[in-house]
């Protein structure tokens, strides 16, 4: 996503189990971050229990460090209409991207191949067409600090 410069660290925390170990991401996270940082994370309320642990390590992790934070939602928009009281419309913005980065979002979630496999008889997979469509929009979302 134009992030090749970035040096990734990969901290071990494991799939499905995030929240259990949350405390140590939080902790792990801090002195990774500066507070001129711009810090993007999954939304804390999005559905998800590993996007949700992710989403508020990281809130705890910068303030803490006193960095800005963006929450992005995932699963939230398989499950919210527009006037569910739940989601803090208020505090969402979009970001205008441009068509390289559309390309360049497609092609990262495009990648993750069991994804988009079916997961067993009668299930489909994790990733549907409705996903698909939702990688053409111009405009990524992220909530905001209140």
């Avoid at 990734?8 to 405390?23: E, N, Q, R, T, Y």
């Avoid at 994370?41 to 990281?58: F, I, K």
């Avoid at 997979?125 to 053409?136: D, G, Q, Y």
């Amino acid at each position: 996503l134009g992030a090749n410069h970035a040096k990734v660290i990969c901290l071990g925390m494991p799939d499905g189990a995030v929240a259990a170990h949350s405390a140590l991401l939080t902790i792990a996270l801090q002195p990774l971050l500066c507070a001129d940082d711009l810090v993007v994370t999954t939304w804390r309320l999005d559905g998800h229990p590993d996007h949700e642990a992710c989403g508020n390590a990281t809130a705890q992790a910068c303030a803490q460090v006193g960095c800005p934070l963006l929450e992005a939602p995932v699963w939230m928009w398989h499950w919210a209409a527009p006037a569910d009281h739940r989601v803090p419309w208020a505090r969402m913005r979009g970001v205008r991207l441009p068509a390289e980065t559309i390309e360049c979002r497609r092609s990262a979630v495009m990648a993750h191949a069991t994804q988009w496999r079916p997961r067993g008889a009668q299930q489909g997979p994790v990733l549907t067409s409705a996903i698909a469509a939702r990688l053409e929009r111009p405009v990524e979302a992220f909530f905001v600090r209140g």
